[in-house]
């Protein structure tokens, strides 16, 4: 709403009292009726300060806070980010020493590609059922004792047992590797979010043991506010309800935010209940400020 301004019509009265004629009774009212705009003006001019003032209070934080960990100990390789940068998911930040680790995967990597021992069983297993094949048809003709065919069936099916356990260690092999490979991933550390980097606690050369705080992250677009309203209060509340946010300071900025939360359950002890507004923060203010909320139809 535009503030009244007196000096805009103040003049413009007075001029029209003249016109009226000079009795003092007529000039008198006219001062009378003045001080009442004045009086109109100010009131108005303060009805935003204190439409702020009866609001209730609460202090904004982002809507994102991260920190962010490595999970084994190991030495700082490289830092790829500083404080106030802006980043994306997914982002490598700090990465770890890993040449061992790369040299121990290569190995894992060339065994799990390796087929040859299932080649050779299968080749075995071949061998020994042509050779009980030749048994079975020299044991018809009396060439062969049943002792001779035993120990041939015997070999096949030991054959088939070792092809079996080439098969299942060629696959114990793959998985190592994935696990070696998620390991070597884990020595990256990337953002979850994107964001802002707000702290960075680690240098190049540097060790760290496993979850240790290293990189924080936040992101304040949306802010959140969480409101601990008086009961009676959040039993009217619902979720995309809107919410003027008034920042105290300065600029004296209003915000529209928009309900997104409202607790099922209450603080017995102060008998209120928490709410969370989103909103939004294109000019980026910080986190952290003290602001007054007044809800829609309040």
């Known amino acids: 709403m535009r503030s009244l301004n007196p000096s805009d019509w103040i003049p413009h009265l007075l001029r029209a009292c003249r016109r009226l004629g000079s009795c003092r009774y007529t000039i008198e009212a006219a001062r009378w009726l003045v001080c009442g705009f004045v009086l109109c003006a ?29 999970v084994q100990p190991g030495r700082i390789a490289k830092v790829f980010v500083k404080e106030g940068d802006r980043v994306e998911a997914g982002q490598i930040l700090v990465q770890q020493d890993d040449a061992a680790e790369q040299a ?64 299942f260690e060629h696959e114990q092999h793959q998985r190592k590797y994935r696990e070696a490979k998620i390991r070597v991933d884990n020595m990256s550390l990337k953002s979850p979010i994107a964001g802002r980097v707000e702290k960075v606690d680690v240098k190049v050369g540097e060790s760290v043991d496993g979850l240790v705080e ?21 039993r009217t509340l619902k979720v995309g309800q809107s919410a003027d946010v008034f920042f105290q300071g300065g600029d004296e900025e209003v915000a529209e935010g928009k309900v997104v939360f409202v607790s099922s359950v209450a603080d017995a002890a102060s008998g209120t209940q928490r709410v969370r507004i989103e909103v939004p923060n294109k000019t980026i203010r910080p986190a952290g400020e003290h602001v007054s909320v ?3 139809g309040s």
């Open 214 to 234: 290293v990189v924080r992250i936040v992101r304040t677009d949306p802010l959140w506010v969480d409101v601990h309203v008086p009961l009676e209060k959040g």
């Open 104 to 167: 121990q995967l290569s190995l894992i990597k060339a065994q799990s590609e390796d087929r040859t021992p299932i080649k050779a069983q299968n080749a075995s297993l071949a061998q020994k059922k042509v050779y009980l094949e030749r048994l079975l048809w020299a044991a018809k003709r009396g060439s062969a004792t049943e002792l001779e065919v035993e120990d041939a069936k015997l070999a096949v099916e030991i054959a088939r047992f070792s092809l079996k356990t080439a098969s």
């Open 294 to 296: 007044v809800f829609s």
């Open 42 to 70: 100010l009131l108005l001019s303060a009805s935003q300060a204190a439409r702020a003032d009866e609001g209730i209070p609460a202090i904004t934080i982002p809507d994102e806070d991260v920190v962010v960990s490595f």
